[in-house]
């Protein structure tokens, strides 16, 4: 076995069994007086190439699309770009009704040593559109998709491959492509990388411990993430 694919089978095998451990902890099945990976540092893995052109991403906002799956995908994927890359758990379980500022802590970091660290933003005028036309009575985002979440999350991935077949996106296009166009067309604009980390919910690198003396705030966020949205005009 290469290094590249053993560093990725490592990768892999920590990412699954703190996955686990985590959603044990939230069903109050176990419990640790130190989370098992406090003091753990997770291995680097191989970058993954899934950001796409600014130009694809204004093909998949504009095209015309008659499939209600597909329409479905796209409002999903936009949805996820408008808000700062927001991963799919967090954009599904967020209480849309009478919101103005998205303030929210990933899913992913909750339980964890760092699990405090909050987003927040002013909602984007291009989201509101997509939120008022998918959200329900309950103020959260209702796709007409009545099965579990690992289902519409495995619906939704589908739809948006196809979709970019379809569009003839040049890059292999998925929901995660959202996140990481966002902060690639963000880095490119040369916002701080920082300011792109508190948007994604993404921990400031330990190797740059100047950034702990800066502290970031919506505003930072607001003007990040309506500088790349104003960049699909």
């Not at 540092?41 to 093909?59: L, Y």
């Not at 699309?65 to 967020?94: C, H, T």
């Not at 339980?111 to 005028?125: H, V």
Request: charge should be positive; aromatic fraction near 12%.
């Amino acid at each position: 076995m290469s290094e590249g694919w053993l560093l990725l089978l490592v990768v892999c095998t920590w990412a699954h069994l703190k996955a686990i451990i985590n959603q044990a902890i939230r069903d109050k099945k176990v419990s640790y007086d130190t989370h098992p990976f406090e003091y753990y540092e997770r291995p680097a893995g191989m970058p993954k190439e899934r950001d796409i052109s600014v130009a694809d991403v204004k093909k998949i906002r504009d095209a015309e699309i008659k499939k209600k799956s597909q329409r479905v995908a796209r409002d999903v994927f936009m949805l996820s770009y408008y808000l700062g890359g927001i991963n799919l758990m967090d954009l599904m379980q967020y209480n849309f009704k009478d919101a103005k500022i998205m303030e929210y802590v990933r899913e992913k970091s909750k339980n964890t040593k760092k699990g405090d660290m909050k987003i927040s933003f002013t909602i984007p005028e291009e989201a509101k559109p997509i939120i008022k036309r998918r959200m329900g009575r309950n103020g959260k985002l209702d796709f007409g998709y009545k099965y579990s979440y690992p289902n519409f999350r495995n619906y939704v991935t589908k739809e948006i491959i196809r979709l970019g077949e379809r569009l003839e996106v040049e890059s292999h296009v998925v929901y995660y492509s959202a996140r990481k166009s966002f902060v690639q067309h963000g880095f490119e604009l040369g916002i701080p990388l920082e300011t792109l980390e508190y948007c994604i919910g993404q921990s400031m690198k330990s190797n740059r411990p100047i950034f702990n003396y800066v502290r970031i705030m919506r505003k930072h966020a607001d003007e990040a993430i309506r500088k790349i949205l104003d960049n699909l005009k």
